[in-house]
DNA sequence: CGTGAACGCGCC
DNA sequence: AGGGCGCGTTCACG
């Protein structure tokens, strides 16, 4: 049963299947929702970012919705055609490329949400394959919901121990404009070592003058070229990095703005990543850096249940190619471990950059080496992902497995392919097409497999969400609920004695998200389940 | 002076 | 010489 939600000139309307409307005012709207829950509906709204916060504060949980907004970007993508861009929310509009709307329109000239979901439902239903295509729109929904839920009652963050292992790693704070004591003496120590005069520390290129001055031969100053090097200051220096890091992305400035009365409260913006994948806005929700996460803290009586889907990307591929033989590999915990005992590399690790490096498109190293060995003990996988990268260096689409497609290249590349396969065509336009062609390649082969992992992810979510929720246990924040999601990763916050039927829910729920992302498929997707107090202590 | 690209690095 | 992000800083540019 569908109740959809309509701005009107005149206030709120209700609408449901029968096409009966009723206005509501919106001091009762909260009240009324509440109310037809009972009849278990699924709330169709524009936004469900716009419209849930609001019930959310008033006490009202909703168990299912349509987010209007989310389903339009999805089949836009498939239609080719630009979203739309009337219910407010500003959505980038490039000045330059060859396909776009005018942008002008605004709500009067808008069509009411009846008619739009009207169209959303013919359009699910005229695709390949409308099932898949609805679970998408249900799921993307699902997870509209989850996010709103998970912002309205924050992640909880012990705000004194992350001042402690601030002091601990930084010294005391200092004042304005004055860098930590820990900073102040690294520093001198990277300066007294290279010898060269003043070293301006936080100024990359001038960096790089002065590593250069001391006889380093560097390029950059990133961190991973600075390992190469044998150099006493070179220690120092990456220590210096790491600490100056943790003092702008997570110090006592971010302390202080986003976290209030023992919740961090970031953005999450589902959808938010052209493969499916979400984003956040602000605070850096999904790069919590490893350093801080001691501070994530479950109340007192509480535990943080932190599960992690096992190697979740090489079994998307898995079930993807329907390649029995990675399947088999998958079998146990470790898939890794499961391409080691079938004789195809030596090593865990030759595994793992293998697979990483087949599905991130990596052309050198180890990774490649142990490409064609891996090829050749599961054609399938390999080949599934070979065949999205030959689509997208043709410029072609793909897809994921519920159906989101990727975006078309840009004119700019369209063009220069074209042009470099013209007769005219010097070698150095030829070069760059080419790299601009494997690039794109890269691109679409990781979009398929990224994006069926955020698929199965948010089917984990919105099952694991829908078995936390007991009515009769009172608002979210008193019962188990979900309180942090990164890609392949869920968080409860639970109650003591409510713990083991969390793991449960998690454990059941990966299951059946299998089934409803591939069907019936002998790939497994186990996920470890850890019961701690502080989020550091999980894995 | 403000703006935006580039860098570098955190996460998956 | 690897895919996707967000963010703080620096620096070039109008």
Redesign the pocket.
Known sequence: MHIVVDRRPEGLAVVDESGAEALVPAESFAAHVREREAEHPRWVWTDTAQWYPALLRAGVRVERCHDLRLVDAILAGIEGRPPRTEWGKAVPVRANTLFDFDSGQDARTAPSAPDVFAEQRAAIAAQPSPGRTALLAAAESAGALAAAEMEFVGLPWNAEAHHQLLVEALGERPPPGRRPPALERLAGEVEALLDVGPV?I?????L?KSLRRAGLDVQ?????ELKKLDHPAIAPLLQY??LS?LL??NGWN?LEEWVHDGRFRPTF?PG????G?W??????A??????VRSAVQADAGWALVVADAAQLEPRVLAALSGDAAMAQAGAGVDLYAGIVASGAVESREHAK?GM??AM??????V?AQVLPRLARSFPRAIGFVEAAARAGERGERVETRLGRTSPRPGAEWRERQSMASSDGAGEADRARARSESR?WG??TR?FVV?GTAAEWALSWMAGVRRRLWQPELGPIEQQPHLVFF????LMVHAPLDRVDEVQAALHDAAFDAARIVFGATPVTFPVTVAVVQRYSDAK
């Not at 999904?286 to 350093?291: A, G, N, S, T, V």
């Not at 990164?486 to 990763?489: I, N």
């Open positions: 301006p936080d100024s990359p290129p001038e790089v950059s100053t990133r961190s991973w990095k790491s890091r702008t992305a971010w913006v938010g990543v052209v493969t994948r984003a956040s806005d602000g605070g850096g999904l790069q919590l850096p490893k350093q950059v990483l490096g991130y498109g990596g052309t050198t190293g990774s690039s890269r691109f990781n990224q990164l890609h392949d990763e």
